[in-house]
């Protein structure tokens, strides 16, 4: 009788697993042993998820952080003397008004611009350093170098005058005990000639990425042309800025087809790279923090997905009786599985709100307070940066969400195991 009456009262609701389970979910579950399963389960989910948050945010920070310090030196594409195997080589090549129309016209540039290398030595009465003169003109995007000033004001770049101003780096300020104001001789050697001149520190710059703070020196356009002898079309390339990242490969293609295998008025070849080519360590180094990531997702998924399997077992146990019942009121395996897998829902969900507000609780806060540092000289950065991409905490909830209930299917056919005889008297 009890089996009709279930058998009558299912069709009405189609719903009544997620009935039962809401019901056992929101009164609350005061058996002494399955409280702390869930609480422990619950947790498991959400210090997983925390942990790949923050992993994912800290990964991603850091990669892009490193990623934007070479492409401000560099920037995306270069285009250049086929001569200048070097990064700091000072061969010339004819960069005049035609070319650059030519490079800007490419679709997926957003800036071009040219620049010049000289080297030489900065010398003070007590000290000297090798140093590579960087020369600019007044189409060089600063927001970069600007942003890394620490003290001083950038100059001016012209490619008409020269103002005998330059921006170093902190290194070089420290180990010529340099301030902003101070003038200094730099000395230029080109064959047998000699050359000197006194300039006049403007800005101190810092961007903790060694290769370069160590070198490069900024200066006009015009002193680096007239330090070289060239004429003024000539420079040691163009730098371009194009509008993604991560249309680099099919930009490198583009840009070539255009510009490589064609020659300069003398005769030098033209030549591109792009920044990944040029500094292919740094690149495959960061490439490899992705490796990383997966194994930290792979481990706490696995974490999570474990604590879920043994709350659910607990609970499944903890309620034999009333699966005991369920099953002589006629309610049948499939119903009484969809029950408890939902009841792990409500519990996975909650668990995944936590793990939400705790992992970026955490991200914010390190945005805006830099609380965790690290060692710049090691990892080119002073403090831990992070990047809060929403998309991905989504897809992140959603993997979660999706591996967690999947690995709940198998324990849940414990149930079709309990007898409801035996289930009913279990104690």
Known sequence: MFSLLFCNFAPQMPNISYFIARRIHGSGDKKRVSQPAVLIATLGVAVGLAVMIVSVCVILGFKHTVRDKIVGFGSHIIVTNYLNANDYDDFPIVMGDSMITKLKAIDGVRHVQRYAFKQGILKTDKDFLGVVFKGVGPEYDTTFIASNVVSGQLPHFSDTISTNRIAISQYMADKLRLKCGDRILAYFIKNDDVR???????????????????????????????????????????????????????????????????????????ISHTVKERNQQTFSWLDLLDLNVWIILALMICVSGFT????????????????????????????????FIWLATFILVRGLLIGNILGIGLVVLQHYTGLVKLDAETYYVSVVPVELNIPVIVLLNVATMIVSILVLIGPSYLISHIHPVKAIRFE
Do not use: C, H
Request: glycine share 6%; aromatic share 10%.
């Open 308 to 339: 879920m399997i043994s709350g659910l077992l607990i609970i499944i146990l903890e309620r034999t009786q009333m699966i005991g019942i369920l099953k002589a009121l006629g309610a049948r395996n499939n119903m009484i599985r969809r029950t």
């Open 196 to 270: 000197m001149r006194k300039l006049t520190v403007a800005a101190v710059y810092q961007t903790y990425f060694s290769r370069y703070d160590e070198a490069v020196v900024f200066t006009d356009l015009y002193t680096v042309r007239r330090l070289n002898g060239w004429e003024e079309d000539q420079a040691s390339g163009a730098e371009l800025t194009i509008n993604d990242f991560d249309d680099l490969g099919n930009m490198r293609y583009t840009v070539a087809a255009i510009v490589n295998q064609s020659q300069d008025r003398n005769g030098d070849p033209y």
